[in-house]
């Protein structure tokens, strides 16, 4: 059974950072689909970034520039470190695994597994 935990969430002020970890176990994420999404009070999960063999990752829009996704495959550990962080970056945030990728790594029905997600608040 693959587990996933988030860890590194916290309270910060507008422009700090913060870096978010993402522990899998119970399989090697070598070849899979990571994916970090994050749900906002009242909102929908929507997509934040997502990297497969680490050449090219993904980014929602509005985060790119400011947020880098990366993963260490021998500690199974996805990252997700957050630069200049604005106030509409609190939300919760999922990390999120997709067993095959076949396109669309930013629909979030098609992940199979989720982690129980880490709080990020930023005030300004």
């Known amino acids: 059974q693959v587990q996933l935990l988030e860890s590194g969430g916290g309270l910060v002020q507008a422009g700090d950072s913060l870096r978010l970890s993402c522990a899998a176990s119970?399989?090697?994420?070598?070849?899979?689909?990571m994916g970090w999404f994050r749900q906002a009070p009242g909102k929908e999960r929507e997509f934040v970034a997502a990297?497969?063999?680490?050449?090219?990752?993904y980014y929602a829009d509005s985060v790119k520039g400011r947020f880098t996704i990366s993963k260490d495959n021998a500690k199974n550990t996805l990252y997700l470190q957050m630069n200049s962080l604005k106030p509409e970056d609190t939300a919760i945030y999922y990390c999120?695994?997709?067993?095959?990728?076949?396109?669309?790594?930013?629909?979030?029905?098609?992940?199979?597994?989720w982690g129980q997600g880490t709080q990020v608040t930023v005030s300004s």
């Open positions: 119970g399989r090697t994420f070598s070849g899979n689909l």
């Open positions: 990297i497969w063999t680490g050449v090219n990752p």
């Open positions: 999120a695994l997709r067993l095959y990728y076949t396109g669309s790594y930013y629909v979030k029905d098609m992940y199979n597994y």
